[in-house]
């Protein structure tokens, strides 16, 4: 069965992972998948991820999940746009998250970004 919104089901997994306090968490693989994760890893809300190829042309990403202190690094997390309602923006109109304390992840021309790469971009 196909399914719908990768993405959320990818964060999901990862907000279920955090909350069973799991030290790693799988999820299928898929190019856009790969991307956020870079940009997670780059912020520093993960640890790290790694892609394992499996039988019949499958792939499947195993996702190390963050902690400092015994507490999530990750507190909230949350899907803006998403199958059924596409939100676009300006790079203007970004809004800061925490006040600039945590991030949004934003798919550009220029590939996927944090909202502080993709203003600095603009």
């Known amino acids: 069965m196909s399914m719908s919104d990768p993405i ?16 790693t968490v799988k999820s299928p693989a898929s190019t856009t998948r790969q991307r956020i994760l870079a940009v997670l890893l780059r912020e520093g809300y993960i640890a790290g991820y790694s ?24 507190r909230t997390i949350k899907r803006v746009s998403k199958p ?10 970004l809004p800061r998250v925490h006040n600039g304390l945590g ?17 600095e971009q603009n």
């Open 84 to 93: 059924g309602r596409r939100v676009y923006s300006a790079v203007t109109d």
């Open 103 to 119: 991030i949004s992840v934003v798919s550009t021309p220029r590939g996927v970004l944090s909202d502080a790469e993709a203003r």
């Open 8 to 23: 959320g089901d990818m964060q999901t997994r990862n907000r279920n992972g955090l909350q069973a306090r799991k030290s």
């Open 51 to 74: 892609r394992e190829d499996l039988e019949n042309n499958k792939a499947e990403l195993t996702i190390e999940l963050k902690y400092f202190e015994g507490t999530p690094v990750i």
